[in-house]
């Protein structure tokens, strides 16, 4: 295998963030044994990160999702109306 270096890793990192978002897996996916094997298996040098540094990394994607939604609504000329379900 290749050099896993610290670009990588951050690529790698916000990608578990990603998947984590998309399919909404709990934040505790990332100490399940069976995931750290899978990853230690993928990349050995890859070091799972913990339930709070992938939530910090989640909170960083909504974030600037929020941002460039904020920006869209602000760009919009005409009315909007936004509803929710709970």
């Known amino acids: 295998m290749g050099q896993f270096d610290k ?3 951050t690529n790698a990192k916000t990608e578990l ?4 978002i998309m399919h909404e897996y709990p934040l505790s996916m990332v100490e399940h044994l069976g995931f ?3 990853s230690k298996a993928l ?3 890859f070091k799972v990160p913990c339930r709070n540094t992938i939530k910090k990394e989640i ?5 600037f999702e929020k941002e460039k939604t904020m920006k869209l609504i602000q760009m919009n000329t005409s ?3 936004i509803t929710t379900d709970m």
């Open 7 to 9: 670009t990588h890793e």
């Open 17 to 20: 963030a990603n998947m984590i």
């Open 36 to 38: 750290k094997r899978y």
């Open 43 to 45: 990349q050995p040098s």
């Open 59 to 63: 909170m960083k994607i909504f974030e």
């Open 79 to 81: 009315r909007i109306a």
